[in-house]
């Protein structure tokens, strides 16, 4: 079992910046991936992007491509999300989780991860 503990979301005022934090513990799972995930009030859940865990290579989503940046420590098992540039439709809880396996196609896909968070609240003003 792995638990994941998302933190650094607050209020902030558009054009700002934030950086979320994910950290890991439990049993450790070396390799697989974890994700960045966002839900809004009446929205369906949305990938924000996803990282390799053993590459760092990283992936995202169109709305938030050249604002937000994955990486991660893997000797503190934390992934982190630095959000730029934040506008009000960024507004969402904020949701990590692991997927076990590394590579997949549709990686956008909250169904093909394994482990969540409890999120953590991003509300951007105007």
């Known amino acids: 079992q792995v638990q994941l503990v998302e933190s650094g979301g607050e209020l902030v005022q558009a054009g700002g910046s934030l950086r979320l934090s994910c950290a890991a513990s439990?049993?450790?799972?070396?390799?697989?991936?974890m994700g960045w995930f966002r839900q809004a009030p009446g929205k369906e859940r949305e990938s924000v992007g996803r990282i390799t865990w053993s590459s760092g290579g990283a992936y995202y989503a169109d709305s938030v491509k050249d604002r937000f940046t994955i990486s991660r420590d893997t000797a503190k098992n934390t992934m982190y999300l630095q959000m730029n540039s934040l506008k009000p439709e960024d507004t969402a809880i904020y949701y990590c989780?692991?997927?076990?396996?590394?590579?997949?196609?549709?990686?956008?896909?909250?169904?093909?991860?394994?482990?969540w968070g409890q999120g953590t609240q991003v509300t951007v003003s105007s």
């Open positions: 989780a692991v997927d076990k396996i590394p590579y997949r196609r549709r990686w956008y896909d909250p169904d093909n991860y394994d482990y």
């Open positions: 439990g049993r450790t799972f070396g390799s697989g991936a």
